[in-house]
């Protein structure tokens, strides 16, 4: 099933399926020995970048992070890993969604410990959005990460409306 209209040729969500695997070392620990939430919220943009670049072939930027929970701790020694996919492409925006696991390696137990939605924009070198490549839906489970997305969005967008906030824009410089 296809999604969206565009004149870019649309990709599937296996085409941009992203992995990571991070060692959780003392030095992204708290003094408890538990990741730094802000460190976990870095390895979830960088596999959520991934998933983006792969789908829309271009530079990409972080224009939010929606949502995460934080599920369960992860300590030192843990191995983390983090898979990222696009839910749904807009024009020159997606939303990339985020699930993260904790292996213990010893005892050969994964545990679901975080998941998060962000939503990237493709750019060109000079920052301006660019259009990005519809995506096509497959099974069951991305056409209902798909309409979630849509339904994410509007949430989201009658809140910039409500707080009158406008859209992101990288070509917009920052007042300070």
Do not use: C
């Not at 999604?3 to 969500?13: I, Y």
């Not at 060109?124 to 849509?150: C, H, I, M, S």
Request: proline residues 6%; charged residues 25%; hydrophobic residues 40%.
């Amino acid at each position: 099933m296809l999604q969206s209209g565009s004149e870019l040729p649309p990709r599937t969500v296996v085409h941009s399926q992203s992995e990571m695997t991070e060692l959780i070392l003392p030095n992204d620990t708290n003094v408890l020995g538990n990741l730094l939430g802000g460190r976990l919220m870095n390895f979830i943009d960088l596999v959520g970048a991934m998933a983006a670049y792969r789908h829309a072939r271009s530079h990409v930027v972080t224009a939010s992070m929606e949502h995460i929970d934080f599920i369960a701790p992860v300590h030192v020694g843990d191995l983390l890993i983090l898979k990222s996919s696009i839910n749904r492409a807009f024009h020159t925006s997606m939303e990339v969604g985020v699930k993260v696991w904790v292996e213990n390696t010893i005892a050969g137990i994964h545990r679901h410990v975080a998941s998060a939605y962000l939503t990237f924009v493709a750019i060109d070198p000079q920052g301006r959005r660019v259009p990005v490549p519809p995506l096509e839906t497959e099974a069951d489970e991305e056409k209902r990460r798909y309409d979630d997305a849509g339904r994410r969005r509007e949430i989201r967008e009658a809140e910039a409306r409500r707080r009158r906030i406008p859209k992101f824009d990288p070509a917009t410089p920052i007042k300070t």
